[in-house]
């Protein structure tokens, strides 16, 4: 045969066959499209410049891996069922003559079209909305992106050789297919149906238990670490128990349906109940990956969306002035009252020289100052108290079972919360975050004792890195902090390290603060200011972390910015593949319905109970993914909190309203497609115009 012919057959199948391979070539151009946006945006010089960039470009790097996988996983997925399709086609022009060298040049056509289609689709539309795409993840990221148009070869060659390698695979996989079966098999193949499933109690009573499990660990999570252990290991059982669930649990569902005789036998349910009883295998497991992707859409979208918008608050609270100094005081000496007080007059002078850059302007005034110790420590449960530990402070080795402990005085208390609270030397004052102490008696092993006053509703914003704590955060308010815990200060751990590091806090405002050079300018004249006095008094300060508001919150806004655009764009691909797993299933389904509508027409059922019949199975059956996928995540809201924590997010509530905003929008989109996919399939097993 000449080579014109093979090519003509196979661009008249793809024409022929356009309801099915159009979706694949689209699906196939977007990933292509999103994963040349993500090179284009992780290769960008821009973050190179900007403090933070390095996480966007780590978040943009990710998502590429993420796409590569899913692409592999999804692309494989849908050209088995095209070529389930084409079995038929091609198993006639078997029986015509042509052998399966024949077949195999028309199947090579017909990738080198769909390939060709797709890739040269995705990188066009890439290229074209790479702008687009820099603009709008600038614009989030607050940055300046300029208007000039840039074309990325290096992302170019990357995402085509990449695809290249997957559509080649796939030609492989089709041809092996095809070699492997004989003319009979591929004649038949559509018409090869599943086995009625038998019920499979016990199975379905595991994958109850299994979900069971994941739900109890999702919700019995009260720390940050422990999210970090459990997380991966609760997904997995969810996916699993999703599969078993929605394979044997939906055989059982719909037998129950069959046996209220009240609601199987009407024309709108019993065809639809009974066909799916039929292959429930395999619509359970369609179903399970519908439920699974929409999982992931919302946990992203919820996640990512209360990052983004909760930014200024989690800056606010974790950074309550424009100048945020933390002196790390050395032992017993550098705590007590006497030194800080000096530290407190020398950074509470307004005036001053002008800038340690040897420029003329006089430096800012300081404003709404705010000074306070602490002591830092780290405990593990121990008899109803805490034991000392400081070789776990390191966050690797950390026990989720322990507590960061910070000591505070109780002047400090009374002048930072505006209370005239008493103690006496053997009490305290306690707060938790985020839960109850629930005990009369606070103690260390190591020495002390005191009884709880009160536990406290509310507490001070304690600096920059109590809410940066993995780990959980206990705060204790004793009457004198050197009687109580200075010995701690001077008493060394098996590492060397001492009990307990004393701090001093300073937290002010100046005017112009929220301009990253002139705060950082005033960070260097206040590092000076502590350098002289450590040289002037000894060895009384280890050390100062000065931050800068301005400055964190770029940092922070290009972590939960890029968070937030790979959300999106990965959910994009997630929604297509859940939109076109869906639009596929009702093709195969309504092939397959086919000839049993048309038995039912011919002994009298109407096409108005035709579309009842098809509504009926769409609320019976196909909104099951939606209702469990929104389960889900109210189970696994708990652990997904503890994971936002890490990420310094305070703001509860928000993150409430966004998973809600979320699943509502999400759920209009899901019956939106399931009304359009539902007219494809009544106009396959009716006859009907889609």
């Not at 891996?65 to 996983?73: E, K």
């Not at 056509?109 to 790479?130: D, H, N, P, Q, R």
């Not at 006089?362 to 008899?383: C, F, H, M, S, W």
Request: net charge neutral; with cysteine.
């Amino acid at each position: 045969m000449k080579l014109h012919l093979y090519r003509r057959l196979a661009a008249e199948g793809i024409r022929k066959n356009r309801r099915l391979y159009l979706p694949y070539m689209m699906a196939g151009s977007v990933m292509v499209m999103i994963h040349y946006l993500l090179h284009f945006l992780e290769s960008s010089p821009i973050f190179k410049e900007v403090r933070g960039g390095d996480f966007a470009q780590l978040f943009m790097g990710l998502g590429g891996i993420v796409i590569r996988f899913f692409a592999l996983l999804f692309l494989f997925y849908t050209n088995s069922f095209l070529i389930r399709q084409r079995s038929r086609e091609f198993g006639l022009y078997n029986v015509l003559g042509m052998d399966k060298r024949n077949l195999t040049r028309i199947m090579i056509w017909e990738s080198v079209i769909s390939t060709a289609i797709s890739i040269g689709g995705g990188l066009l539309f890439g290229i074209l909305f790479s702008k687009l795409a820099e603009l709008g993840f600038f614009y989030i990221l607050e940055l300046d992106a300029g208007y000039a148009m840039t074309v990325s070869v290096r992302s170019l060659a990357l995402t085509l050789r990449f695809f290249l390698e997957i559509y080649l695979f796939l030609l492989i996989c089709t041809i092996w297919r095809v070699w492997r079966l004989n003319p009979l098999e591929l004649l038949q193949s559509t018409q090869v149906g599943e086995k009625p499933p038998k019920a499979q109690r016990l199975t379905a009573l595991f994958g109850l238990l299994l979900l069971g499990s994941a739900y109890y660990l999702a919700v019995t999570i009260k720390e940050p670490l422990q999210a970090i252990l459990v997380f991966v290991g609760a997904v997995l059982m969810v996916i699993a128990a999703t599969y078993i669930l929605f394979i044997t649990g939906s055989v059982t569902f719909c037998r129950l349906l069959q046996k209220n005789k009240r609601y199987y036998y009407k024309p709108n349910h019993f065809v639809s109940v009974s066909s799916m009883v039929y292959r429930m295998k395999r619509n359970g497991a369609g179903l399970a990956s519908i439920c699974i992707l929409s999982t992931m859409i919302l946990v992203m979208l919820s996640c990512t969306v209360a990052l983004y918008v909760g930014d200024e608050t989690t800056i606010q609270s974790r950074f309550p002035r424009h100048i945020n100094m933390d002196v790390e005081l050395n032992g017993s000496e550098g705590l007590k009252r006497e030194f800080t007080d000096q530290l407190e007059d020398a950074m509470t002078v307004n005036a001053g020289a002008a800038y340690p850059a040897g420029t003329e302007a006089a430096a800012p005034v300081r404003q709404n100052i705010r000074t306070y110790r602490k002591v830092e420590t780290y405990g593990l449960p121990l008899d109803g108290g805490y034991s000392i530990d400081m070789d776990r402070w390191v966050m690797g080795a950390a026990d989720p079972t322990g507590r960061v402990i910070q000591f505070f005085s109780l002047e400090d208390f009374n002048e930072l919360m505006g209370t005239d609270a008493e103690l006496a030397d053997d009490e305290c004052l306690i707060y938790c975050y985020g839960e109850k102490y629930g005990r009369d008696t606070f103690a260390i092993a190591e020495g002390g004792s005191w009884r709880v006053k009160a536990e406290l509703d509310n507490f001070f914003e304690s600096g920059f890195r109590s809410e940066l704590s993995a780990l959980s955060l206990m705060d204790v308010v004793v009457k004198d902090l050197d009687a109580a815990v200075g010995a701690f200060c001077d008493q060394p751990g098996r590492n060397g390290q001492p009990w307990a590091y004393p701090e001093w806090i300073c937290e002010y405002d100046i005017e112009g603060g929220n301009d990253e050079k002139t705060a950082r300018a005033e960070a260097s004249r206040a590092g000076d200011t502590i350098e002289q006095i450590r040289l002037a008094t000894g060895a009384k300060i280890r050390g100062v972390d000065i931050n800068m508001r301005v400055v964190e919150r770029r940092y922070s806004l290009m972590m939960d910015g890029g968070l937030l655009f790979l959300g999106l764009l990965l959910s994009i691909v997630f929604v297509i593949a859940s939109v076109l797993i869906i639009y596929y299933k009702q093709i195969s389904e309504g092939f397959e319905d086919q000839a049993r509508f048309g038995i039912m027409q011919s002994v009298g059922m109407t096409k108005r109970e035709i579309r009842k019949s098809i509504n009926s199975q769409i609320l019976t059956v196909f909104f099951l993914p939606l209702v469990f996928a929104g389960v889900h995540l109210m189970f696994a809201f708990p652990l997904l909190w503890q994971l936002l924590r890490l990420f310094g997010s305070v703001d509860l509530p928000l993150f409430v309203r966004m998973a809600q905003l979320c699943f509502l929008v999400y759920g209009v989109c899901y019956a939106a497609v399931y009304k359009l996919t539902a007219g494809v399939y009544y106009g396959i097993v009716s006859g009907a115009k889609e």
